[in-house]
C-alpha cells in the first residue's frame, strides 16, 4: 500500500522548533511514508490574520490547498494550529460562490482550488490510513512501563464541526498512540485545555501559570513526559517551563516531546536523528526510561 502526502510543514517546524520537521522525516522514511514538501507554500495565517481579515486568510490557505490538490494526494501537517486553520478553510470552501470568489483572487499564484483534498495531521494519518495495527507491527523499542500525559491543544479538537475527528471533550486519539507505542497514557484533565501560547505576549504571568499548572497536574498523575501534536504548545510547554517554574515557584523539569519523537523512540530511532539533543527540557532521564523499557531504579 502506498502512502504519499504532500508536505506541508507551516512555519514552526522549520523555524523555532527544526527538531519536529527533522523528527517528522526520520518517522516517514521508517514507516515508509512518503513526503512531498510543499516548499512554495505560505504560512496558514495561524488564526491570527484571519481574525481581522478571514477572506485573506482563506485566500492563503486556498492556495495551500491548491498546491496538494496539484500533486493529486491529501495534505499532511505536523502542527495541531495548522491543522485547524486550514481545516476551517476546506470546510468553507466546499461552498461553489466563496471558492469561485477566492479563486478569482489566487488565480495568478497558485489556484485554482477545486476543493478535493483533505488536510490531515500526522495524528490522523497514523490512526485511519496507516491504521495503528500497522504501526504496532514496527514497532521495534516497545516503551513499555513509560508514563506519557497526552497534551492535545486547542485547534487539533475545536471547532469539531471544522476538524470532526476527535471528541473534542474527551479524545481519544493521542491515547491510542500512545499505546501503540507500547506506552501507558496518563489521565489528566489538562490534556484538552489551552497551553496558554495565544495570550503570552500580552499576559505572560497568566499564560505561565496555565503552563505550570498543566504540567503540574501532569506530573502529580505520574507523566514521565508530555506529548502534543502541536509546536506552538510544544513552545510554551517546554521553552517557556523555567518561567512556569519560577511563577509557580517550583521545580517542573517535565520532558515535553513533538509526537513524531515519540513515534521514533518505539520505531527504535536514534534520538540524535529525533533532534531530542534540541529540547529545552533535558530528556536524558526520559530516554534512560525508554532504553530499559519503563524500569525505574
Given at each position: ?198 495570550i503570552v505576549l ?82 536524558g532521564r526520559l ?11
Amino acid at each position: 500500500m502506498s502512502f504519499k502526502y504532500a508536505y506541508y510543514t507551516g512555519c514552526a517546524a522549520k523555524g523555532v522548533c527544526p527538531e519536529l520537521h527533522q523528527s517528522t522525516l526520520a518517522v516517514a522514511r521508517a514507516l515508509g511514508i512518503e513526503l512531498v514538501e510543499l516548499k512554495s507554500a505560505s504560512c496558514c495565517g495561524a488564526g491570527v490574520i484571519g481574525e481581522l481579515e478571514y477572506e485573506t486568510q482563506l485566500a492563503m490557505n486556498a492556495r495551500n490547498l491548491a498546491l496538494a490538490e496539484r500533486m493529486g494526494t491529501d495534505m499532511l501537517t505536523v502542527c495541531g494550529t495548522c491543522q485547524g486553520v486550514l481545516s476551517r478553510a476546506n470546510h468553507d470552501l466546499k461552498g461553489d460562490d466563496l471558492r469561485g470568489r477566492i479563486n478569482e483572487v489566487i488565480s495568478d499564484s497558485g489556484g485554482p482550488y477545486g476543493g478535493t483534498i483533505q488536510p490531515k495531521h500526522l495524528l490522523w494519518v497514523l490512526i485511519q490510513d496507516y491504521g495503528i495495527k500497522r504501526l504496532e507491527e514496527r514497532i521495534k523499542n516497545p516503551l513499555t512501563g513509560l508514563r506519557v500525559g497526552p497534551f492535545y491543544g486547542c485547534y487539533i479538537l475545536r471547532p469539531s464541526e471544522y476538524l470532526g475527528f476527535d471528541d473534542p471533550y474527551n479524545p481519544k486519539s493521542l491515547e491510542q498512540v500512545i499505546r501503540a507505542l507500547g506506552a501507558q497514557p496518563v489521565d489528566y484533565s489538562g490534556r484538552t485545555k489551552c497551553c496558554g501560547f495565544p495570550i503570552v505576549l500580552e499576559q505572560e504571568s497568566s499564560a505561565m501559570r496555565m503552563v505550570g499548572t498543566n504540567l503540574l497536574e501532569a506530573m502529580d498523575k505520574g507523566a514521565d513526559c508530555l506529548v502534543t501534536p502541536c509546536p506552538l504548545c510544544h513552545m510554551n510547554l517546554d521553552i517557556y517551563q523555567g518561567r512556569a517554574e519560577k511563577e509557580m515557584d517550583r521545580k517542573i523539569g517535565l520532558p515535553i516531546l513533538h509526537l513524531p519523537q515519540l513515534v521514533g523512540l518505539a520505531l527504535g530511532i536514534e534520538p540524535r536523528e529525533l533532534g531530542l539533543e534540541k529540547n529545552m527540557v533535558d530528556t536524558g532521564r526520559l530516554l534512560e526510561l525508554a532504553s530499559r523499557g519503563g524500569v525505574r531504579v
